[in-house]
């Protein structure tokens, strides 16, 4: 019995230990989503207002740009997949992943062969494990991303759109990441971010609707040399921004799978402190046992001598 009980306390320190961990890496999560909250709500303001410039300058002039127009039959697209460095993250990988299998079958029932792009050990490891090609991967900042690793990720994305499929270019970039929405909800999206789809008549009415008057267009040095400088920052900032909510949805997801972990870990504290007990109280019973039957075996052998 003795034994049993020793088990039991060895568990309890155990999982007290990793309780401990559990909770540390939930308050460290906790801390680093705000920080990543906040970098998301400052990223998404000039984002948006990149992409209205951009539109604005398509609708506003007649150009054909590479990056801008449709391909009359496309047949190749790149698909940029954002995971973690990282796991304890819950689903988080998973999910996105997931969601990028699903954009990859879709692409290939419409004919187009798909070049994947890889942000994140978890996502290379998926592709390098099923023995699938990867053009290009990047890892070891998915927890805190710069707008230098935007720019690092973007330059071969755009180069690859402005070639010829011939050449190995593409002609779709599609983008697939955890969107954070709260703290509690995290969706995996996918996102096509060029060529640049636009309604043109759509963003008229629109500018009507708001009683605006739609603006004349007149470009320096040409509508064609504005859209060679805005479309890479275009997709820099739009990749940067999901990098940022892809940090905060995995930040968030770590911080509910490490709380999901501790309160796990303490009400297995209390069953195994529930058996230690009992254990505890069987062996004094045994042990009280034994006192009194020899006790009672010495009454008799001092009776039986009498």
């Known amino acids: 019995m003795g034994a049993k009980l020793r088990v039991y306390k060895r568990r309890i320190r155990s999982v007290t230990a990793t309780k401990k961990i559990t909770k540390a890496m939930e308050m460290i999560a906790a801390s680093r989503v705000v920080k990543a909250q906040r970098q998301v709500a400052a990223s998404t303001p000039y984002a948006s207002e990149l992409t209205r410039a951009v539109t604005a300058v398509a609708t506003g002039s007649n150009t054909?740009?590479?990056?801008?127009?449709?391909?009359?039959?496309p047949s190749r697209a790149a698909l940029l997949l954002i995971t973690s460095d990282r796991g304890l993250a819950g689903g988080y990988s998973s999910n996105v992943i997931k969601a990028a299998e699903q954009l990859t079958e879709r692409l290939k029932a419409e004919g187009k062969e798909v070049d994947a792009y890889i942000v994140g050990?978890?996502?290379?490891?998926?592709?390098?494990?099923?023995?699938r090609k990867v053009v290009e991967s990047w890892t070891g900042f998915t927890d805190s991303p710069t707008y230098g690793d935007a720019k690092a990720i973007a330059a071969p994305l755009i180069e690859a759109v402005q070639q010829d499929t011939a050449e190995g270019g593409v002609d779709e970039l599609h983008i697939v990441f955890t969107e954070f929405l709260s703290m509690m909800t995290q969706t995996a999206l996918d996102d096509r971010l060029l060529p640049l789809s636009f309604d043109k008549a759509a963003v008229e009415a629109e500018e009507t609707s708001k009683g605006e008057i739609l603006p004349l267009f007149d470009f320096e040095p040409s509508a064609e040399d504005v859209l060679d400088a805005l479309l890479p920052r275009y997709v820099e900032s739009r990749i940067y921004n999901a990098l940022l909510q892809a940090a905060a949805s995995k930040h968030a997801a770590t911080r509910r799978a490490m709380k999901s972990a501790t309160d796990n870990a303490e009400d297995l504290i209390k069953s195994l402190s529930r058996l230690a007990n009992a254990a505890r109280q069987a062996e004094i019973t045994q042990e009280?046992?034994?006192?009194?039957?020899?006790?009672?075996?010495l009454a008799d052998a001092t009776a039986g001598s009498d």
Do not use: D, N, W
Request: aromatic content about 10%.
């Open 64 to 73: 054909q740009h590479p990056l801008t127009t449709e391909a009359e039959k």
């Open 288 to 297: 009280i046992s034994e006192i009194v039957g020899g006790a009672s075996a």
């Open 121 to 131: 050990r978890k996502g290379v490891s998926y592709y390098s494990f099923r023995e």
